[in-house]
């Protein structure tokens, strides 16, 4: 069984350019779930899909950042103009079933790097 | 709001020490506890969770947590490290209604040969 996938694995961007991460969750995982780790501080939730809908978006920074999960299959995180406190390892999880009850399998993450 | 605090940053130690992490939460209502692990270079894994139960927890690679709710404290044992135990590791907590992990700051661990 395929893992949780993410791509890029690494991306370079200056500030204000606009940034696209890409996560595919396992196969018939309804729950997916966005984290970020800004260096030296702890995993930070950003938001939570259920199938195609946000079920939880209360970690969410700003309004640069626009998360869509279309068709309930893989999402995307876009940052819309990065800037430099952007810069982080963007990590996504899935999770079959009941969010409450179900282990979340992580991806390798995509490290950003804002210049 | 909740929160996750683990004691140390970074641990070193050498093989066959015995290793305990600390992790305090705070949240006053019903939680579900967990450890991860990322290996250099892996994905982060679950290396045990508390739902409900006996407190002390078996996961896997010798690994166990012992839940005090008094404590509000989740801390992870070891009795013997090995070298393949260099690792960061992670306490989680979230309530048992929602979906989203609460991580703390992470622990390094380093084992000597």
């Known amino acids: 069984e395929a893992g949780v996938t993410q791509f890029p694995s690494h991306s370079v961007i200056e500030k204000g350019q606009t940034v696209t991460l890409r996560c595919d969750p396992i196969?018939?995982?309804?729950?997916l779930y966005w984290y970020r780790r800004v260096m030296g501080k702890e995993i930070k939730f950003l938001l939570h899909f259920v199938k195609e809908s946000k079920q939880d978006e209360s970690g969410m920074p700003n309004n640069r950042f626009l998360a869509e999960r279309t068709g309930g299959t893989y999402s995307t995180l876009k940052v819309q103009p990065a800037e430099l406190e952007d810069s982080g390892v963007y990590f996504c999880?899935?999770?079959?079933?009941?969010?409450?009850?179900?282990?979340?399998?992580f991806g390798p993450g995509t490290r950003l790097t804002v210049t | 709001a909740q929160s996750v605090s683990q004691h140390n940053h970074h641990v070193i130690l050498s093989e066959a020490a015995s290793l305990e992490l600390g992790c305090n939460y705070s949240y006053g209502g019903t939680v579900n506890l967990f450890w991860y692990v990322q290996y250099p270079g892996q994905h982060l894994q679950l290396l045990l969770k508390y739902f409900s139960g006996d407190p002390l927890v078996k996961g896997i690679k010798g690994f166990e947590a012992e839940f005090i709710k008094s404590k509000f404290s989740f801390n992870l044992r070891k009795p013997s490290v090995q070298w393949s135990d260099t690792a960061e590791y992670f306490c989680a907590v979230k309530n048992n209604q929602g979906g989203k992990l609460i991580f703390g700051q992470g622990t390094e661990l380093s084992v000597k040969p």
């Open positions: 196969s018939g995982h309804d729950n």
């Open positions: 999880a899935s999770s079959q079933g009941l969010a409450g009850i179900y282990e979340q399998y």
